[in-house]
Structures are given as structure tokens and as C-alpha cells.
RNA sequence: GUCCCCGUCGUCUAGGGGUCUAGGACACCGGGUUUUCAUCUCGGCAGCAGGGGUUCGAAUCCCCUCGGGGAUGCCA
């Protein structure tokens, strides 16, 4: 068994496309086969080699592997199909040949005419040209580059069993009539040399997303006109957005590398991913990968679209957070607290994991790390919008005056003891009251760890620098 | 227009004629723990697109409608 993902470096890897990815991979894992990657870059405007670097390396940092690629040739190469060029060449020689398509002469207003007049009349489209000889092609193509076109057969039967939509008809009548194989300027066209490559790479399961679903009988035909092997489908559901249109940027983010950069864990991706479209069958939905393949079966998959649920996302990666170590979330979290200029340097490592142990509860990803772990790294903070409110009420200034009151006569070894008794022994206020306004003013936030515990971490120093600030601001 | 695919809580899903007064998860709401928030924990809200059949019985089978998605000449 062997499967494939082809990805067309045109652009990052879309959220959609990694979907594809996970479910080969994980295929591929379950049943031993192997999994090759081909780059399917035949669109000369777009693709890039930035952009193919880019998604070979997502799928890495996702743990997605393969036996073949660009990087890996296992005589089944090239991988790039803008290197397959001559392999194309001779196939369409051979179609032209034996009259399975012929080049298409037309100009696009004569095919738009033509198709409409078919549409109205409702007949099948059949090319103009379809029925050249060759010689009658080889003199007028003195003219130009034209376009190749496959000469779909008249009423013939497509069936094929798709592993996720099950038994599927088509009729060739229906396909939209003859269709482009080459384009007029030489280049040959995906729906072509997918059945090609397909065939030559020995592709035995294409999984692949619902779009192409439409495609299948043409690339079928083609096989069959060449006398190749075609392999078995599966075509994986659409990802929408919220409003059930296509997922697209403006639901959010649908780059892998984005979700890599805001300390989304590929772990917890690869499971989210994986699960969309199917359940287990207890219900359990924090999957280790091996679960994952264990329990994973393509078939079970839904045929229904799903909505991409950022929410469920964050939570499983929230879960995933707090499955690790201290050590090892550490050390996970450190690149976020660098980039958002926390000084961590001069920290020992015990401290640090200090902090990190009783703010880690509070991150979905990694990223949010930043705002709990400043509350003890930075010397102020600067009260955000709800605990500056908060600070503004007379019951907080009366805190922070007390406060103000009670730290000189404070240290290191007094300060749990005696800041929050003290405040409350010598004001009126208790409970919330007493709680909120000095969590606002020693932390610049409303929420955070417990008081107890974050006190004696922020230590004295500091928290008397950030109860004269408070008193100098508010009082 | 034509063809293909799809339609269970807001979202992901279980369920394939009776065990469904439709189960689980995320989100949301409420209780408990935490002297706030978060975590954790307990509980609650909420759904079979609509209409016809078939059947003793339909979320489950059939048909129609509606809705969404895809393909239909130089994207993949």
C-alpha cells in the first residue's frame, strides 16, 4: 500500500491541507504503507520554492513523515512535477496518437458559444475539433500554440467505491465535454498528470479533500486511455468556517505556521485534526498519536462538512499543556517568554520553574504564557483596563494607603504574613472587596495565581515598588 | 442551467427501524473547591432542515422540496 499527499507550493500550508496530510499519515502508520510526498507545482505563476520549503517544514514540526519526497528519491522520482516534464510529453504523444485527444483550435469565444448552444439544447458538449485528423492538427497548428484536449467518451459509465462516500456514478456526458490536458502554452494541466504520476508512483489509496471529488471520472478516463492503473479514493470531507462557507482567512487563522508561532502544540494539532470527521468508541478525545492509529479507521470518517471549531482546538491544546512535565513545559514556554522581552536569563532555572508551575494552569498555548509570567517578571505592571477601573474606587485607594502604610515596616520573611492581614486588620474591608483591590494593585490584573503563593514569588522588593506606584497613580 | 456530494444540540460527533423521554465533547449557564480569575469537580440549557410515503413502529428506509458545498476551458 502506498499513499501520497501533494501539496502545490502556492502559498503556507492551509489548515485544510495539513487535515489531508494527518489522515495519510496516519493511514499510512496504520497499515505500514508507505508515504510519499509529490509537489504538485505545475502552476508556474504561483509556485515558489519558498513556499514548498515552507509546507515541507510544517509537516515536519506537525511529525509528519515521509519515505518518499523531493528530499528522498526512491526511484519513483522526480517529485516535483515541474521536473516530470519529458515523462508528461511522451503520454500526450501517445494520446494524440491514438486519438484519445487531439489540440483544440477554437478560440474561447467560439468553446463559450458552442457550450452554451450544447447547454440550451441540452446535449453534451463536443468539441469542434475533437474530430480533426491528425494531419488536418498538424496544419493548422503551424498557427500558434493551442491547447490539448482529452476527447471525453459519448455516454460512458464512471463507477468507482469510495472509501468515504461510498459508491459513486458518473456519466461521462456530464463530465462538461472535452476538457484541457495541456495548456496552449505547453504546460500540462493537474487533472492530467495526477493520474499519471498516480499510476507511476505506484499510488494505490489517494486520500484526498472532497473538492476533487468532481475530478475523479476524469482522471479515471485518462487512466483508462493510457492503460494505467488507477488507485482507490477517499475524499475527505471540506473544513469550513463558522458561517459553513469554505475555510478561508478571515475566519481566523488557517496557517499551520501561525498555529506553530502562537504555541499551538503540533501534537495537539495533529490530534484535533485527526479526530475531525469521527468519533471513538469511548467517546475519549485526547488521542495520543498512537491512539490515533490504533483506533483510527478512514472508512468511519463522516461525509458531512465539518466547521473548524477553534475553541475545541485551544481547549485539546490546553490539555495538551497540561499533560507535560514541569520540565518539559518549561522549556517549551521559554522561546515565548524570550520573544516577549521577559528577562529569564538571570533567573535559576528552580525559580523559573516556579513561576511556570502555577501559571501554567491558566495557557491554552503557549503564548499565553506571557501575561501570568509577567506578573513576576516585570518590577511594575502597569494595571490593565479592568484593574485600573478597579483601583479608581475609594474602597481601593483605601487599600493601597494602607498598604502604602504598612511596607516599609515589612520584608522578604514578613511580607506573606503580614500584607494582606495587616490591610485587613486595619480597613473595614474583607472578602472581594479586600482580595480584588490588592490582586489589582500588586499584579496589574484582575486574575492570576493565588495571592499566597504569588506573593513570596514576587518578593518584597518589588512589591513595594508596585504599591508605590499604585499610590503615586491613584492616591 | 446540468451533474456529483452532503444535511442529528451554536460547533465536533454517537446512533444504520423498536433499548432514543436522542448519548458524549467544546462553548455557554449555574453549584462546589479556590477569600477574585484560572484549574479541578458536579449539574443544567440545547438538536434529528421541511413535507410526503413504507411500517404495528422511523433520527434511522424511499421520494420530493429547501439549504450548503463541489465540478463544468487553460487553479490545484
Avoid at 468556517?241 to 482567512?249: A, Q, R, T
Avoid at 485527526?274 to 483510527?296: A, K, N, R, Y
Wanted: with cysteine; charged share 30%.
Amino acid at each position: 500500500m502506498r499513499v501520497r499527499f501533494a501539496p502545490s507550493p502556492t502559498g503556507y500550508l492551509h489548515i485544510g491541507n495539513a487535515r489531508t496530510a494527518v489522515v495519510n499519515h496516519i493511514t499510512a502508520k496504520k497499515s505500514g504503507a508507505d508515504f510519499i510526498i509529490r509537489v504538485e507545482d505545475t502552476d508556474k505563476e504561483r509556485s515558489t520554492v519558498e513556499s514548498e520549503i515552507s509546507i515541507l517544514d510544517d509537516l515536519r514540526w506537525l511529525g509528519i513523515e515521509w519515505n518518499e519526497g523531493p528530499d528522498k528519491d526512491k526511484g519513483h522520482g522526480p517529485y516535483r512535477q515541474s521536473e516530470r516534464d519529458e515523462i508528461y510529453r511522451e503520454y500526450t504523444k501517445r494520446l494524440l496518437l491514438t486519438g484519445h485527444a487531439f489540440t483544440c483550435f477554437c478560440s474561447n469565444e467560439q468553446v463559450e458559444e458552442d457550450k452554451k448552444q450544447a447547454m440550451t439544447e441540452n446535449r453534451p458538449f463536443l468539441d469542434r475539433c475533437r474530430n480533426l485528423t491528425l494531419t488536418e492538427q498538424e496544419e493548422l497548428s503551424f498557427h500558434g500554440e493551442y491547447p490539448v484536449k482529452f476527447k471525453v467518451p459519448v455516454d460512458e459509465t464512471i463507477e468507482f467505491d469510495d472509501k468515504i462516500k461510498g459508491h459513486v456514478v458518473f456519466n461521462s456526458s456530464n463530465i462538461g465535454g472535452d476538457f484541457i490536458i495541456v495548456r496552449s502554452d505547453g504546460g500540462p494541466v493537474y487533472n492530467y498528470i495526477v493520474s499519471i504520476d498516480d499510476a507511476l508512483m505506484e499510488i494505490t489509496h489517494v486520500i484526498r479533500g472532497e473538492d476533487h471529488l468532481s475530478n475523479t471520472p476524469k482522471q479515471i478516463l485518462i487512466a483508462k486511455a493510457l492503460g494505467l492503473p488507477f488507485p482507490e479514493y477517499a475524499h475527505l470531507p471540506l473544513i469550513l468556517g463558522s458561517d459553513k462557507k469554505k475555510l478561508s482567512k478571515r475566519h481566523g487563522i488557517t496557517s499551520v505556521d501561525l498555529y506553530r508561532q502562537e504555541g499551538y502544540l503540533p501534537e495537539a494539532l495533529m490530534n484535533y485534526l485527526g479526530l475531525l470527521g469521527w468519533s471513538t468508541e469511548s467517546g475519549e478525545e485526547i488521542l495520543e498519536f498512537d491512539q490515533l492509529v490504533s483506533l483510527f479507521d478512514i472508512s468511519s470518517i463522516g461525509k458531512s462538512a465539518a466547521v473548524f471549531d477553534f475553541q475545541k482546538l485551544k481547549w485539546m491544546n490546553g490539555s495538551y499543556i497540561k499533560k507535560y512535565s514541569l520540565s518539559e513545559i518549561t522549556d517549551m514556554f521559554i522561546p515565548y517568554l524570550d520573544k516577549a522581552g521577559l528577562e529569564i536569563k538571570s533567573l535559576s532555572r528552580e525559580k523559573l520553574e516556579n513561576i511556570i508551575s502555577i501559571t501554567r494552569n491558566s495557557c491554552e498555548i503557549l503564548s499565553d504564557i506571557i501575561k501570568p509570567a509577567g506578573i513576576f517578571l516585570n518590577e511594575i505592571n502597569i494595571p490593565d483596563e479592568e484593574a485600573d477601573k478597579l483601583l479608581k474606587e475609594d474602597y481601593s485607594r483605601d487599600i493601597i494607603n494602607t498598604a502604602s502604610g504598612i511596607i516599609p515596616v515589612l520584608n522578604d520573611e514578613t511580607v506573606l504574613t503580614g500584607l494582606i492581614p495587616g490591610i485587613k486588620e486595619n480597613t473595614e474591608h474583607k472578602g472581594k472587596k479586600l482580595f480584588h483591590p490588592i490582586r489589582a494593585m500588586i499584579t496589574g490584573t484582575l486574575s492570576g495565581p493565588d495571592l499566597d503563593i504569588a506573593i513570596p514569588v514576587i518578593g518584597y522588593n518589588n512589591l513595594k515598588k508596585r504599591i508605590d506606584y499604585c499610590k503615586q497613580k491613584y492616591c
